[in-house]
């Protein structure tokens, strides 16, 4: 069950959002992509888990360098000012509160903010705690990145996440190739839907009270 949204438009939808000055963790996978969308008329610092700050976009034909990668092995960039430093020390900072923003991918997120996104708990499945937990709990804003639906049409934004936790009540927006979600004490406010769904047909399609 695919939305309006592509990948690159989530990504790009994300970017929007992220505001001047702002020190930014984006989390492997999807979130990589939002690197390729940020405003150019913004200074906007991209950290990374394996001691990194100012990444810049990823990087494509001779741009790429097998030494300089991102915290998935992905080919990046560097913008001008860039530094390095021991992966201890990037987590220090993780850890410290010292990142505006971290955008993460996930498996489930619950409606109170739950964050599920390291293990489906599957017999054959592989963990992959990564520092997602450091970013969940650190980060004075966590955004998540997700299609909203499962291949086998199960949705992922769940009242209660059925597979091991990430974080507890730590997801502020969720976006997702539906709709914009913002998560609040009081409920799931959705705050922007795309094409031509309406509230009542995506509250039908989640299975959960949403309102504007």
């Known amino acids: 069950m695919k939305g309006p949204l592509s990948r690159d438009d989530m990504a ?9 000055g702002a020190y930014v963790n984006l989390g492997i996978g999807l979130p990589t992509k939002v690197s390729n969308f940020l405003p150019s008329d ?11 700050l100012g990444m810049g976009p990823v990087a494509e034909g001779d741009e790429i360098d097998h030494d300089l ?4 092995k992905i080919p990046v960039t560097e913008l001008p000012g860039a530094s390095y430093f021991h992966q201890a020390d990037s987590f220090g900072m993780m850890r410290g509160g010292h990142l505006d923003v971290c955008v993460l991918g996930a498996f489930q997120v619950s409606t109170s903010g739950d964050l599920a996104n390291w293990h489906t708990g599957g017999p054959d499945a592989i963990p992959a705690v990564g520092g ?5 709990i650190g980060a004075k804003q966590v ?12 949705c992922k934004l769940v009242e209660e996440c059925t597979y091991p936790l990430t974080g507890i009540g730590c997801v502020n927006t969720l976006y997702t190739d539906y709709a914009v979600f913002d998560l609040r004490p009081d409920g799931v406010l959705v705050r922007e839907i795309f094409g031509d769904t ?15």
């Open 132 to 136: 997602a937990m450091d970013l969940a």
């Open 42 to 52: 913004r200074e906007i610092i991209l950290h990374t888990e394996n001691g990194m």
């Open 198 to 212: 309406t509230l009542e047909q995506l509250a039908e399609l989640t299975g959960l009270p949403l309102r504007i």
């Open 12 to 20: 790009k939808r994300v970017a929007q959002d992220i505001t001047e």
């Open 69 to 72: 990668i991102n915290a998935g």
């Open 143 to 154: 955004f998540v990145i997700m299609e909203l639906f499962m291949r086998g049409g199960q």
